[in-house]
C-alpha cells in the first residue's frame, strides 16, 4: 500500500494514474511526478495528452498559491515525467521540457582544472582548520562536511558572478584571481544589482564566503579585507523577524476565506503521516506542526 503524501494533488489522482504512478522507479521520481499527476487528474486531463502548456500552467498554479520555487517544481515534474516514461510500462511517452535556468549555474565539476584543484584545497583546509590559540588570528572551527558541500557550491555562485562581471570563467586558476585587478570589487557589485540594491541575507552570505576566502586562505590585503567587510556590512539585512515576502504570503494567508485551512494545517498535515512506519524525517515534520500550532 503506497504510504500518505503531502502533497495537495494527492487527493485528485484518479486510480489508473495512481496505479501507473506507484510503479515509479524509485520514491523520489514518483513524488516528483505526484503533484503534476494530481493536477493533470483535477482538471480532467488525460495522461495521454499532457503538454507542456499543461505544465507550465501547473507552475502558474504552484505560483498563485505561494509555493516555493515554481519554476523548480516545474523542472522537477518534467523530469520525474520523462524518468516515468522510460521505465514505467503504460506510461505515455510524450516528453517534457524543462526550462532552463537562464543563469547558467556552472556546477563544480565544469570549473577550470587549476580552478577546481585550487578550490579543493582551499576547502580541505577549511574542514581540517582549528588551532587551538585563543590569540591566533587565524584559528577557526572546522567545517563539517555539510558546511563543505554548500562552500563548495559559494564557490560555483562566485564563478558565475564573476563571469557576469565581464570576467572569463577560462581565466580562473586560482582563487587569488577572485581579487586581482578588482575583480572582487566587481564581483560584489553584481552581487548587490542582483538584490535591487536592497539588503539580503543571501547576498550578505556571499559577501562573507569572499570575505573568508581573502583573509583565511588567499591572506589579502589588510584594506582590501576591510573593503571586503563593509561591503558585507552593508548587504547584511539591519533587523530580524520575517522577510517582507514571507510576511505578505502571510498575509494573504489570514484572509477570510484561506484562515480555517491556516488553523487546521498541523492537524491535517499530521493526519497525512504513516503513523505505523514512522521515520525521522517524519519526527522533524511533526516538530513543525506543533510548533505551528503553538504559535497560532
Known amino acids: 500500500m503506497a504510504r500518505p503524501v503531502q502533497n495537495p494533488y494527492a487527493r485528485f489522482i484518479a486510480p489508473e494514474a495512481r496505479r501507473l504512478l506507484d510503479q515509479a522507479p524509485d520514491r523520489h521520481t514518483r513524488s516528483q511526478g505526484l503533484g503534476f499527476v494530481g493536477f493533470l487528474c483535477r482538471e480532467g486531463i488525460p495522461l495521454s495528452e499532457a503538454s507542456d502548456a499543461h505544465l507550465g500552467a501547473f507552475g502558474a498554479e504552484v505560483a498563485a498559491l505561494g509555493g516555493n520555487r515554481p519554476k523548480q517544481a516545474i523542472r522537477d ?12 510500462p503504460g506510461w505515455p511517452q510524450q516528453r517534457l521540457a524543462p526550462p532552463t535556468s537562464s543563469r547558467a549555474l556552472p556546477s563544480f565539476k565544469d570549473l577550470p582544472e587549476e580552478f577546481r584543484q585550487d578550490c579543493l584545497t582551499y576547502l580541505s583546509s577549511r574542514a581540517e582548520a582549528g588551532e587551538d590559540d585563543l590569540f591566533s588570528d587565524t584559528s577557526a572551527d572546522p567545517w563539517a562536511a555539510a558546511t563543505v558541500k554548500d562552500r563548495r557550491g559559494k564557490l560555483c555562485q562566485l564563478a558565475l558572478h564573476y563571469v557576469e562581471s565581464g570576467g572569463r570563467l577560462s581565466e580562473l586558476k586560482s582563487l587569488k584571481d577572485l581579487f586581482v585587478g578588482n575583480a572582487h570589487k566587481k564581483i560584489l ?9 536592497q539588503k539580503n541575507g543571501h547576498a550578505a552570505n556571499l559577501a562573507h564566503n569572499i570575505l573568508i576566502i581573502a583573509k583565511h586562505y588567499v591572506k589579502a590585503p589588510q ?15 539591519g533587523k530580524i523577524g520575517m522577510t517582507a515576502k514571507n510576511r505578505s504570503r502571510l498575509r494573504a494567508l489570514i484572509q477570510d476565506k484561506d484562515l480555517p485551512r491556516l488553523l487546521k494545517l498541523p492537524s491535517d498535515f ?18 513543525s506542526a506543533l510548533a505551528i500550532q503553538i504559535v497560532l
Open 77 to 88: 515534474s518534467a523530469h520525474a515525467w520523462n524518468k516515468l516514461a522510460d521505465s514505467v
Open 189 to 197: 557589485k553584481r552581487i548587490e544589482s542582483k538584490t535591487g540594491g
Open 223 to 237: 584594506e582590501v579585507i576591510d573593503a571586503i567587510r563593509n561591503a558585507k556590512n552593508k548587504l547584511r539585512p
Open 270 to 287: 499530521i493526519d497525512t503521516l504513516d503513523v505505523s512506519c514512522p521515520t525521522l524525517s517524519d519526527a522533524v515534520k511533526v516538530q
